[in-house]
Every structure is written in structure tokens, then in C-alpha cells.
């Protein structure tokens, strides 16, 4: 049984959105404070988001502050990450995850191109 289990990527243009979604199976989501991390092809990962396990407090990495947005459902056992104003070097493979990485998801292709 996979974890957490992320969806909603694909391809965008240039300046556009998508929402990614990540849900939960197996434990409760809202006992860990979560994040988002992301892999180009051939690179190392990047740390993009992380979020208190209240919601009350989220961080950003440099390259997306202001333009992705870190959100969670408790309720729902669900993560979410809005990314806005996308830019080609976004394009990757975007993992959610529990902050202290004990459980991971198997990853979702972002792609931005015109």
C-alpha cells in the first residue's frame, strides 16, 4: 500500500497553473507536518514547501515563494500545493511527503512548456 499518493500534474504554459493534490492512506496525515519536494531529471531533490501539521505556519524554497501555495484537509487526509505563474525550469517530478520523510509518495510529472 502506497502512502500517499499524489495527482493533478501534467502540462501547462508558461505562466499558467496547476494544483497538485496528495492523499493519505495507512495513517493520519494530520499528526505530521508535511512538505513538498521536487527532482529535475539528472539533478538532485529540492525541498519546495512545508506546512506545521495545524496548517498554522508554511515554508517556501527561494525559487517558488510567491507563487506556490502549501495547503492541507486534515479531514480529508489531504495535501495540496497550488502552483502559480509557472515557469520552465518548474518542470520536474514533485514528491509530497512527512516533513521527517517517513512516508513518501511515488511522485507526479509537472511540465511547463509552450
Known amino acids: 500500500q502506497v502512502p500517499l499518493v499524489e495527482s493533478g500534474g501534467g502540462l501547462a504554459q508558461p505562466g499558467g497553473s496547476l494544483r497538485l493534490s496528495c492523499v493519505g492512506s495507512?495513517?493520519?496525515?494530520?499528526?505530521?507536518?508535511m512538505s513538498w519536494a521536487r527532482q529535475v531529471r539528472g539533478k538532485g531533490l529540492e525541498w519546495v514547501a512545508g506546512?506545521?501539521?495545524?496548517?498554522?505556519?508554511?515554508y517556501y524554497a527561494d525559487s517558488v515563494k510567491g507563487r506556490f501555495t502549501i495547503s492541507r484537509d486534515n479531514a480529508n487526509n489531504t495535501l495540496y500545493l497550488q502552483l502559480n505563474s509557472l515557469k520552465p525550469e518548474d518542470t520536474a517530478l514533485y514528491y509530497c511527503?512527512?516533513?521527517?520523510?517517513?512516508?513518501w509518495g511515488q511522485g507526479i510529472q509537472v511540465a511547463v512548456s509552450s
Open positions: 495507512g495513517f493520519s496525515l494530520g499528526d505530521y507536518a
Open positions: 506546512i506545521y501539521r495545524s496548517g498554522a505556519k508554511t
Open positions: 511527503a512527512s516533513w521527517s520523510a517517513e512516508y
